[in-house]
């Protein structure tokens, strides 16, 4: 039975364009293992290089040059915002599905709603 909710929750998930799709971790994870999807993180540089989720790309919602970021992206990409309570990364999700995108998720409470042994918190390189 599980299967089939699951099976289901993709099939209308990846059907269903042009809607924001708020979904929590564990759907991500599960999205994660069936399609490409990329995960952007929406925090300030400061906020990614606190902590962050594992493969997370920093684009920052307030950066003058938010929009032109996603530039490298196809319209049809599967992309996940997230931020710190899901706030800016649902307003972002709003600003991706206006100029185009098809495809895009929203984590579901950003990462206040996650458990701490989740986040990466070693220091970048970079």
Not at 51 to 72: H, M, P, Q, T, V
Not at 92 to 105: H, P, S, T, V
Not at 111 to 118: C, M, Q
Request: hydrophobic share 40%; with cysteine.
């Amino acid at each position: 039975m599980k299967k089939i909710v699951f099976l289901s929750f993709i099939f209308f998930t990846f059907n269903s364009n042009s809607q924001i799709k708020s979904i929590g971790f564990d759907d991500y994870l599960r999205l994660k293992e069936f399609n490409k999807i990329e995960l952007i993180d929406v925090r300030t540089s400061e906020e990614f290089k606190t902590s962050r989720l594992e493969n997370a790309i920093n684009i920052d919602f307030y950066d003058s040059l938010f929009l032109k970021k996603f530039e490298k992206y196809n319209k049809q990409d599967k992309l996940l915002l997230y931020c710190r309570s899901g706030r800016r990364s649902l307003i972002g999700a709003k600003k991706l599905l206006e100029n185009g995108f098809k495809n895009i998720y929203d984590l579901n409470g950003g990462v206040i709603f996650l458990n701490d042994s989740i986040l990466n918190f070693s220091t970048l390189n970079n």
